[in-house]
């Protein structure tokens, strides 16, 4: 049996403190919604007019960034809340599941968003084994001079690290479906070998 509509206007007048009630809390939470919609636009907008154009993003191969990445985020993880996230089920699969996508989304925002001319890539193994030459390769494209005793330093980074034994390895993480993105970095890391041509 259905209610009758003019029961349901009846019980708005009869009841008022509970409609007013109602009626403010659901005004209440649109505001606060739209309040932290316009807000997010805001600080987006901010970010947008003040921030530089450029953009340098150094990126390395799925295989090698997932070692290190997972290893890090469980050790985060059991930090904040004493619990070894590995232990969690599923927990590993969401994990590689949310890089795959990010992984996606990067690509997708260096390809497509980003004007050509406002990205700087670098692959990070370029980057870790010529330091000095990239980071060269990187003030030169930026139209910024190196100073004698910045470039010494690079050179003392470079040799540094040729020499240095890291102290800890991690073993490469063999992931599917980061074909795209490792593509990606193939192409990033052509472009860094012209990078350090520019800085020679």
């Known amino acids: ?3 009758p509509l003019f029961y349901i206007f009846k019980n708005f007048t009869a009841r008022k403190l509970t409609t007013g009630i109602t009626v403010t809390g659901i005004a209440l939470v649109v505001f606060v919604f739209a309040a932290v919609l316009m807000m997010a636009y805001g600080v987006e907008k901010t970010l947008i007019a003040t921030g530089s154009d450029d953009n340098i993003i150094i990126t390395r191969k799925a295989d090698s960034f997932m070692a290190s990445l997972q290893g890090l985020m469980q050790v985060s993880t059991q930090v904040k809340t004493s619990v070894n996230p590995i232990t969690i089920a599923g927990w590993r699969d969401a994990f590689v599941d949310r890089m795959r996508e990010d992984s996606r989304r990067l690509v ?10 406002n990205q700087l890539l670098v692959a990070s193994d370029r980057f870790v084994r010529e330091v000095s030459s990239t980071v060269r390769g990187l003030y030169h494209r930026l139209g910024l001079p190196v100073s004698a005793e910045y470039g010494a330093q ?3 980074t470079q040799e540094a ?3 240095r034994d890291r102290g800890y390895s991690y073993d490469d ?8 993105y490792d593509a990606f970095v193939d192409e990033i890391t052509a472009r860094s070998r012209d990078l350090e041509r520019d800085a020679a």
């Not at 993480?173 to 795209?180: H, I, L, Q, S, W």
């Open 108 to 117: 997708d925002l260096c390809r497509h968003t980003i004007p050509a001319e």
């Open 1 to 3: 049996m259905k209610i």
């Open 161 to 163: 690290s040729r020499q």
């Open 173 to 180: 993480v063999r992931v599917a479906g980061f074909e795209y």
């Open 154 to 156: 690079l050179d003392r």
